[in-house]
């Protein structure tokens, strides 16, 4: 069974532009999470999708944003990037929305996006 | 909201040797899962070992072991017969139970020395 597929795995940007990172969630995961790590911030909770619907946000500006699709893949978008975007960006993926901790969260090798 | 303490910025273990990870947690709920994760060098983040707060009995998978003490929200990880492989960044991490969202601590980056 393939796990969490993220691409691409590197990414360098201008400040300024945007980005489309891609998360392919396991088979049968419904639920996709995003995390932006940093060494200053750690991990940090961006926001999660279940049937293509945010139920959950994380406290990031409105520059960060992401979808769902119907085959549960899903992108997230940061736009006007900053400087202090740069991090690696983890997906999970994880059966269902909440739940008991069968649910629990396998997440993808992540993007590690630098921006210049 | 919930918040995770991680003092140990890094620790060191010989091979073979047992090593315990530090983690407190805080929260105001009563029906939580607390987690310990692995990141190597790969950065893919790896689950290690789960507890479920209703439950008393602390989790152990092979050579992982947890102390859950749920009064003073502690999560230790014990690792026991180290070896060179378990060396890589550890987070120890809190989940709500109606929800998927995982807050982390700053992480425990374990050498494991011959």
């Known amino acids: 069974k393939a796990g969490v597929t993220q691409t691409p795995r590197y990414l360098i940007k201008t400040r300024g532009q945007q980005v489309t990172l891609s998360c392919s969630p396991i088979s049968g995961h419904r639920s996709v999470s995003w995390y932006q790590q940093t060494p200053g911030q750690g991990l940090q909770f961006l926001f999660e999708y279940f049937s293509e619907t945010q139920r959950n946000k994380g406290n990031f500006p409105g520059r960060f944003s992401g979808r769902q699709f119907s085959n549960s893949r899903s992108e997230m978008n940061v736009s006007t990037l900053e400087l202090g975007d740069s991090a690696l960006y983890l997906c999970?993926?994880?059966?269902?929305?909440?739940?008991?901790?069968?649910?629990?969260?396998?997440f993808g090798q992540g993007t590690r996006l630098t921006v210049v | 909201a919930q918040t995770v303490t991680q003092s140990q910025p890094e620790m060191s273990v010989q091979e073979a040797e047992t090593v315990t990870l530090s983690c407190t947690y805080d929260t105001s709920e009563s029906d939580y899962y607390l987690f310990w994760y692995k990141q190597p060098p790969s950065r893919q983040m790896i689950l290690v070992i789960r507890q479920e707060a209703y439950k008393q009995q602390n989790a152990t998978e092979n050579r992982f072991s947890v102390n859950f003490q749920k009064a003073a929200k502690s999560f230790s990880l014990k690792i026991s017969d180290s070896q060179l492989g378990d060396a890589a960044m550890y987070f120890c991490?809190?989940?709500?139970?109606?929800?998927?969202?995982?807050?982390f601590g700053t992480g425990t980056r374990l050498q494991v020395t011959l």
């Open positions: 991490a809190y989940r709500s139970a109606g929800a998927s969202k995982l807050t």
């Open positions: 999970a993926s994880s059966l269902a929305f909440f739940g008991r901790a069968k649910h629990e969260a396998f």
